[in-house]
């Protein structure tokens, strides 16, 4: 079982940034590619980006590529989301996600995460 808690997340206006952290409780998450996904009032969830097992690949939806970064960090069980250059259709709920994958796999659909964070609100105003 992984428990994995968020953090991060809140209120900013167009164009400022935010980070959002991702930290499993409890284990490691060796073996595990990790993601995050978005959900926005009344729209489906939507995949944002995912990083392997290994930290060195990386895959990001069209949307966000070049103003969003995820990254881990292994020895913290860890995994963060840097957003840059909000805008505000990047208003959602923000889920981390842990899926099983070997080292070099990136994950992009929720049905391949096993255990998802508790989500956490981000709000782009103008």
């Known amino acids: 079982q992984v428990q994995l808690v968020q953090s991060g997340g809140g209120s900013v206006q167009a164009g400022g940034s935010l980070r959002l952290s991702c930290a499993a409780a409890?284990?490691?998450?060796?073996?595990?590619?990790m993601g995050w996904f978005r959900q926005a009032p009344g729209k489906d969830r939507e995949f944002v980006a995912a990083?392997?097992?290994?930290?060195?690949?990386?895959e990001y939806t069209d949307s966000v590529r070049g103003r969003f970064t995820i990254s881990r960090d292994n020895a913290e069980n860890t995994v963060f989301l840097r957003m840059n250059s909000l805008k505000l259709e990047d208003t959602a709920v923000y889920y981390c996600?842990?899926?099983?994958?070997?080292?070099?796999?990136?994950?992009?659909?929720?049905?391949?995460?096993?255990?998802w964070g508790q989500g956490t609100q981000v709000t782009v105003s103008s």
């Open positions: 409890g284990r490691t998450l060796d073996n595990y590619a």
């Open positions: 996600a842990a899926g099983p994958a070997s080292p070099y796999v990136t994950l992009v659909t929720a049905r391949q995460y096993n255990y």
């Open positions: 990083v392997s097992w290994s930290g060195d690949r990386t």
